[in-house]
């Protein structure tokens, strides 16, 4: 299967009209205070981030604008 990577920004441009603001800023709420509360769990819970993203792994999960937040958020969060 081919694939393409791409940054959270160019995710959220490809989602047009259908992408949820307010579901990107819960996502990058969620986001900040699990990388303050659990710093060792930083790497882990981006690669969790990242597959689901990829995979589009929903299924009793928040839709992809969720996750593009998230994404977002660990540029920022040390």
């Not at 993203?53 to 593009?68: A, C, D, K, Q, V």
């Given at each position: 299967m081919n694939t393409a990577k791409m940054s959270a920004t160019a995710l959220r441009a490809l989602m047009g009209e259908s992408?949820?603001?307010?579901k990107y800023e819960e996502g990058?709420?969620?986001a900040r205070a699990f990388f303050i509360d659990y710093p060792e769990k930083r790497t882990e819970k981006i690669?969790?981030?990242?597959?689901?993203?990829?995979?589009?792994?929903?299924?009793?999960?928040?839709?992809?604008?969720?996750?593009?937040?998230?994404?977002?958020?660990?540029?920022?969060?040390?």
């Open positions: 992408f949820n603001w307010d990058r709420k969620d690669e969790e981030i990242k597959k689901v993203l990829e995979y589009g792994e929903y299924r009793n999960r928040p839709e992809p604008s969720y996750w593009i937040g998230c994404l977002c958020e660990s540029d920022f969060t040390f």
